[in-house]
Each structure stands twice: as structure tokens, then as C-alpha cells.
């Protein structure tokens, strides 16, 4: 678990898509450098943040440390594309004394969206962020929470007619983060918050229970009755406060 508030930006000193040794998996692995700050209380197994993927620490010396990283979470993230020399937004696992700056990030990348434009606003930078999965729309709205690259960021405006929302990087988070350099056309890793999936489904168990949901296949067939009763009920209310 992690708050999505950047501890500090490493850079990858060396990625071998066949690691053969212990630590590498014989799989592809990244050595990351320019992290001392957070490594004096690292351990072997450790979770760390790499933009925004949960990934463990294999080996490590006091100056850097290695992850292994399968080939779903190539697929599913942005890591693919770094390069040796490649700046990465990295943060630990909360501990007991963590302070909850941000908020409840898990690590696990949902998509990852394409910068569709960076649009300066005064000292600040708006960018404008378009998903691979379009599904992921349903839990990002305005002034609520999404992580981009492993950073919290507030929402500032979605559009779910286009498929795409708006977050701003002030002056203080834009020295703080690998986003702020990136340009049109690049991939952000997504994670979009946890909260809504729970509520979704609560919801959606809640309802399903009271209309005989999940029996005889009836999934489609619930789902509009569940909203023509919860419209129906909204006009009737609606009509007698008239």
C-alpha cells in the first residue's frame, strides 16, 4: 500500500531484458540509482513504488537496487518503454508512522493513458490524459482522486463523451515528478481509486440481492430493471413534492 506522495525521482542505471542471475529471474530487470535517500531502511522483499507499479526489491546497496518485472506488468504499464537514463517516480510501502498525504494507492496499474495535450496555466501545467481501457472513466470524476505514474493528483475536469479528463501539476509537484516533463503522446501509468470499485460493487450486490440478481442468467435484464425502478421512484417523488 502506498499514498501516492513521490518520495523522490531515480533513474535507471541499467535494464537487461534477460537477467539471468538470482535477483534478475531470467527475466527483464531495472537498476535504479539516484535513490540513497530511500534505501537506509530497505530490505530484501520489500514493496516499492515505480511509477505507480508495486514491485520488489531483489537486491540492493546503499545507492541502488534492482526489480524483476514480469511480462503482464510490461504489458499492462508504461515500464516497457524505459530507457537506461529513464527518471522514475519512486515511494515505499506506508508503514505505522506514514502520514496519509494523498491517498489509498495500491500499486496495481488499471491502464495507462496518453497525454493528449499540456497546456501551460500561469506558473501551473494542465494536462489533458486520454485511457487504452475507457472503462476506467467511470471512476474518475472532478475534484476526486486519480494516480498518474504513482503521483495523487486531483481530477480538475472529465469529459466522458470524448474519454478523457484533466489534471493541473502546480509549480511545487511539477520539481516532484516525472510527469511533469513528459510531452503529447507519451504513456502515464493509471491507477484509478479503489474506493469506487468497492462502492460499485456494494451497489451492485445490494440491488442484485433485492431483484433476484445472479439467478437464471438474468444479469442484462436486472441491471435495466434496477435503474427503471430507481428512475420510476425518483419521478414519483419528484411529482408529489409538486
Same mark, same amino acid.
Given at each position: 500500500m502506498?499514498?501516492?506522495?513521490?518520495?523522490t525521482?531515480?533513474?535507471?542505471t541499467?535494464?537487461v531484458?534477460h537477467? $539471468?542471475?538470482?535477483?534478475?529471474g531470467?527475466g527483464?530487470?531495472l537498476t535504479?540509482s539516484?535513490?540513497?535517500?530511500i534505501? /537506509?531502511?530497505?530490505?530484501?522483499g520489500d514493496?516499492?513504488?515505480?511509477n505507480?507499479?508495486?514491485?520488489?526489491?531483489?537486491?540492493?546497496?546503499?545507492t541502488?537496487?534492482?526489480?524483476?518485472i514480469?511480462p503482464?506488468?510490461?504489458?499492462?504499464?508504461n515500464l516497457?518503454?524505459?530507457?537506461?537514463g529513464s527518471?522514475?517516480?519512486?515511494e515505499r510501502?506506508? $508503514?505505522?508512522?506514514?502520514?496519509?498525504?494523498g491517498?489509498?494507492?495500491?500499486g496495481?496499474?488499471?491502464?495507462?493513458? &496518453?497525454?493528449?495535450?499540456?497546456?501551460p496555466d500561469?506558473?501551473?501545467?494542465?494536462?489533458?490524459?486520454?485511457?487504452?481501457d475507457?472503462?476506467?472513466?467511470r471512476?474518475? &470524476?472532478?475534484?476526486?482522486?486519480?494516480t498518474?505514474? /504513482?503521483?495523487?493528483?486531483?481530477v480538475t475536469k472529465?469529459?466522458d463523451?470524448?474519454?478523457?479528463w484533466?489534471?493541473?501539476?502546480?509549480?511545487?509537484?511539477?520539481?516532484?515528478?516525472v510527469?511533469?516533463?513528459?510531452?503529447e503522446?507519451?504513456? &502515464?501509468n493509471v491507477?484509478v481509486d479503489?474506493?469506487?470499485?468497492?462502492?460499485e460493487?456494494s &451497489?451492485?450486490?445490494?440491488f442484485?440481492e433485492?431483484?433476484?440478481g445472479g439467478?437464471?442468467?438474468?444479469?442484462? /435484464?436486472v441491471?435495466? /430493471?434496477?435503474l427503471e425502478?430507481?428512475v420510476?421512484?425518483?419521478?414519483d417523488?419528484r411529482l408529489k413534492g409538486?
Amino acid at each position: 500500500m502506498f499514498t501516492g506522495i513521490v518520495e523522490t525521482i531515480g533513474t535507471v542505471t541499467t535494464l537487461v531484458n534477460h537477467d $539471468s542471475t538470482s535477483s534478475g529471474g531470467s527475466g527483464t530487470s531495472l537498476t535504479i540509482s539516484d535513490c540513497t535517500t530511500i534505501l /537506509g531502511d530497505a530490505h530484501l522483499g520489500d514493496s516499492i513504488s515505480i511509477n505507480g507499479t508495486c514491485l520488489t526489491i531483489t537486491e540492493f546497496t546503499p545507492t541502488q537496487f534492482k526489480v524483476g518485472i514480469a511480462p503482464e506488468t510490461l504489458r499492462r504499464t508504461n515500464l516497457g518503454d524505459l530507457r537506461e537514463g529513464s527518471p522514475l517516480n519512486l515511494e515505499r510501502a506506508v $508503514s505505522a508512522s506514514t502520514r496519509m498525504g494523498g491517498h489509498f494507492v495500491q500499486g496495481h496499474v488499471d491502464t495507462v493513458a &496518453v497525454i493528449l495535450s499540456v497546456t501551460p496555466d500561469g506558473n501551473a501545467k494542465t494536462f489533458r490524459l486520454k485511457p487504452r481501457d475507457k472503462k476506467v472513466l467511470r471512476y474518475v &470524476v472532478e475534484k476526486g482522486y486519480v494516480t498518474l505514474d /504513482g503521483a495523487s493528483l486531483t481530477v480538475t475536469k472529465v469529459d466522458d463523451g470524448e474519454g478523457w479528463w484533466e489534471v493541473m501539476l502546480v509549480a511545487y509537484t511539477q520539481e516532484r515528478v516525472v510527469m511533469a516533463e513528459k510531452k503529447e503522446g507519451e504513456g &502515464v501509468n493509471v491507477e484509478v481509486d479503489m474506493v469506487g470499485k468497492y462502492v460499485e460493487k456494494s &451497489v451492485q450486490g445490494y440491488f442484485e440481492e433485492r431483484v433476484g440478481g445472479g439467478k437464471g442468467g438474468e444479469g442484462g /435484464g436486472v441491471e435495466m /430493471g434496477m435503474l427503471e425502478r430507481l428512475v420510476g421512484r425518483l419521478v414519483d417523488e419528484r411529482l408529489k413534492g409538486k
